[in-house]
Antibody, heavy 120, light 107 residues
Framework: QVQLDQSGAEVRKPGASVKVSCKAS????????MNWVRQAPGQGLEWMGM????????TYAQKFQGRVSMTSDTSTSTVYLELNSLTSEDTAVYYC?????????????WGQGTLVTVSS | EIVMTQSPATLSVSPGESATLSCRAS??????LAWYQQKPGQAPRLLIY???TRATGIPARFSGSGSGTEFTLTISSLQSEDFALYYC?????????FGQGTKVEIK
């Protein structure tokens, strides 16, 4: 079955960067875009962007343009989210999410989430 | 960006009763609308896609309806495990956007 295993919690100071990983298994890694969604404490869900793991093509939400980078490693079936210039407002749980089917924009498989805390 | 607005923010319902959750889009999303359930400390779980199609393994007491800009999620005969947060999400356009959520709590 589809499994998305994310890296562990991170603590960063304001201005720093963080890189979160999501290792996929149970399906052909390059057949599905991988999306990243975050959720600040007590808040709703926010889509950050997506990556085509095979070709590396990315689409980012405008809000994160310029300080987000999504990459993939096909040898390990892992995608990465890197977020730079962190502020306290980036404190959130970050999820990787795979769409139901290639080309679809809703998500039936989610990682367990990675808590990123930004604090001085 | 398409803004998704959910109402009410909180819905208090007794077990066994039904719950009706609303989701409105700022512009048409046709039927490109999904619903998720989220429990504390867990990732969201897909319930409905295409506005009305239940995802695999989702009980029949969950039903979705609507098209264009107005959508409804109905949970009939609420079970204890149904008390949770519910989000709608449009996938008609980028960026994908979610509603702010409706909390279904025990009355």
């Amino acid at each position: 079955q589809v499994q998305l295993d994310q890296s562990g919690a991170e603590v960063r100071k304001p201005g720093a960067s963080v890189k979160v990983s999501c290792k996929a298994s149970g399906y052909t890694f390059t057949d599905y875009y991988m999306n990243w969604v975050r959720q600040a404490p007590g808040q709703g869900l926010e889509w950050m962007g997506m990556i085509n793991p095979g070709g590396g093509r990315t689409t980012y939400a405008q809000k994160f343009q310029g300080r987000v980078s999504m990459t993939s490693d096909t040898s390990t079936s892992t995608v990465y989210l890197e977020l730079n210039s962190l502020t306290s407002e980036d404190t959130a749980v970050y999820y990787c999410a795979r769409p139901f089917s290639s080309g679809w924009g809703f998500f039936d498989s989610w990682g367990q989430g990675t808590l990123v805390t930004v604090s001085s | 960006e398409i803004v998704m607005t959910q109402s009410p923010a909180t819905l208090s319902v007794s077990p066994g009763e039904s719950a009706t959750l609303s989701c409105r889009a700022s512009q048409t999303v046709f039927t490109n609308l999904a619903w998720y359930q989220q429990k504390p400390g867990q990732a969201p779980r897909l319930l409905i896609y295409g506005a009305s199609t239940r995802a695999t393994g989702i009980p029949a007491r969950f039903s979705g309806s609507g098209s264009g800009t107005e959508f409804t999620l109905t949970i009939s005969s609420l079970q204890s495990e149904d008390f949770a947060l519910y989000y709608c999400q449009q996938y008609h356009n980028w960026p994908r956007t979610f509603g702010q959520g409706t909390k279904v709590e025990i009355k």
